[in-house]
């Protein structure tokens, strides 16, 4: 597949999520939903832009060698899913080290100290931002 027709693929995925997104950030009241609904239009306005460059031609040259694969970025997909699927029931704490962990497996991270300590660590950084720091309750799922 050319780089061209990736690139229209991703503009339109990711514009549809960034609209999905929009819309379910409907009910978040008036205040909070600005932070949110900025991320996804700009997301949107980065789509289309995306999208545009690949029509007219303004991407890079295609590249000779592809270093991620079709199937790469389906179990990509499918790992996001999965996470926003369970933070709710198994909680924060659980899923998102283990969604680090495996997104960092995938982009062939290998050292093992790396592979424990930055989601763990990446993870306790979020939790005292939001939790302790703008008192922003987090899923915590099993541990309620």
């Known amino acids: 597949m050319r780089m061209r027709t990736k690139d229209r693929i991703t503009a339109v995925i990711v ?6 997104g929009f819309i379910a950030s409907g009910p978040i009241p008036e205040g909070s939903s600005i932070f949110p609904k900025s991320v996804f239009v700009f997301s949107m306005i980065l789509a289309v832009l995306l999208y545009l460059s690949s029509v007219f031609g303004l ?3 295609e590249e000779e060698k592809e ?4 199937r790469n970025i389906v179990i990509l997909f499918a790992g996001i899913v999965i996470f926003f699927l369970l933070i709710q029931p ?22 093992l100290k790396i592979l424990i300590l930055y989601p763990l660590g990446f993870t306790a ?12 309750p987090l899923p915590m799922g099993i541990f309620e």
């Not at 270093?67 to 079709?70: A, H, P, R, W």
């Not at 198994?90 to 050292?111: D, E, K």
């Not at 950084?125 to 922003?136: E, M």
């Open 59 to 61: 991407s890079k040259k």
């Open 90 to 111: 198994v909680g924060f704490i659980i899923m998102t080290p283990l969604f680090l962990a495996g997104v960092s497996y995938m982009l062939q991270l290998r050292n």
């Open 125 to 136: 950084f979020l939790y005292v931002s939001f939790v302790v720091l703008l008192q922003v």
């Open 67 to 70: 270093e991620t694969s079709f």
């Open 15 to 20: 514009f549809i999520g960034g609209l999905a």
